[in-house]
T-cell receptor, first 111, second 114 residues
Framework: GEDVEQSLFLSVREGDSSVINCTYTDSSSTYLYWYKQEPGAGLQLLTYIFSNMDMKQDQRLTVLLNKKDKHLSLRIADTQTGDSAIYFCAEVTNAGNMLTFGGGTRLMVKP | DAEITQSPRHKITETGRQVTLACHQTWNHNNMFWYRQDLGHGLRLIHYSYGVHDTNKGEVSDGYSVSRSNTEDLPLTLESAASSQTSVYFC?????????????FGPGTRLTVT
């Protein structure tokens, strides 16, 4: 079955880099995503990576994909207090348009 | 601007009552989804629809139903609310074939069953 796992919590200082990790089990994943959820709000797509890529960079965000180890990471450079949120990784497989989410990582940025 | 809305944003109901949560999107997306969010579980898929009159069960569909009579709306009904259904519910929609298959999420409905 499909399973996506993340660590629950990460705390960093403002200006440092944050790295949020995710592991998944379904090797047929086509897209892998990072969503951000701010308090009291819905999920907002941050970035996604197609499964035939190993890296994607978008301004302060870098996504690394290791298909062999089924490991996905999100690096946020120069982390700001506004980056404090819950970050979810998710995958979609060839089976359809359904997302399977990890449990979310709460990022706390200290001034 | 196109958007996805949910109503109500907060609801308190009693065990055994029927409850309907509304979801409305103006993107004309064919795909619509309902998730529930619980601590430690992330988001879990309840039901989804790929178009008008199409509905499918997700991972945690027991006790829930949906209907799709038009493109814009996918209401979620709890037949007989139970305390285990206290959760935050998110609706999402997507355009099949769009780059990345991005799902757009509504703001959520916090449901408390007493």
């Amino acid at each position: 079955g499909e399973d996506v796992e993340q660590s629950l919590f990460l705390s960093v200082r403002e200006g440092d880099s944050s790295v949020i990790n995710c592991t998944y089990t379904d090797s047929s994943s086509t897209y892998l995503y990072w969503y951000k959820q701010e308090p009291g709000a819905g999920l907002q797509l941050l970035t996604y990576i197609f499964s035939n890529m190993d890296m994607k960079q978008d301004q302060r965000l870098t996504v690394l994909l290791n298909k062999k180890d089924k490991h996905l990471s999100l690096r946020i450079a120069d982390t700001q207090t506004g980056d404090s949120a819950i970050y979810f990784c998710a995958e979609v497989t060839n089976a359809g348009n359904m997302l399977t989410f990890g449990g979310g990582t709460r990022l706390m940025v200290k001034p | 601007d196109a958007e996805i809305t949910q109503s109500p944003r907060h609801k308190i109901t009693e065990t055994g009552r029927q409850v309907t949560l509304a979801c409305h999107q103006t993107w004309n997306h064919n795909n619509m989804f309902w998730y529930r969010q619980d601590l430690g579980h992330g988001l879990r898929l309840i039901h989804y629809s790929y178009g008008v009159h199409d509905t499918n069960k997700g991972e945690v569909s027991d006790g829930y139903s949906v209907s799709r009579s038009n493109t814009e709306d996918l209401p979620l009904t709890l037949e007989s609310a139970a305390s285990s259904q206290t959760s935050v519910y998110f609706c999402a929609s997507s355009d099949p074939g769009a780059p990345g298959d991005e799902q757009y999420f509504g703001p959520g409905t916090r449901l408390t069953v007493t």
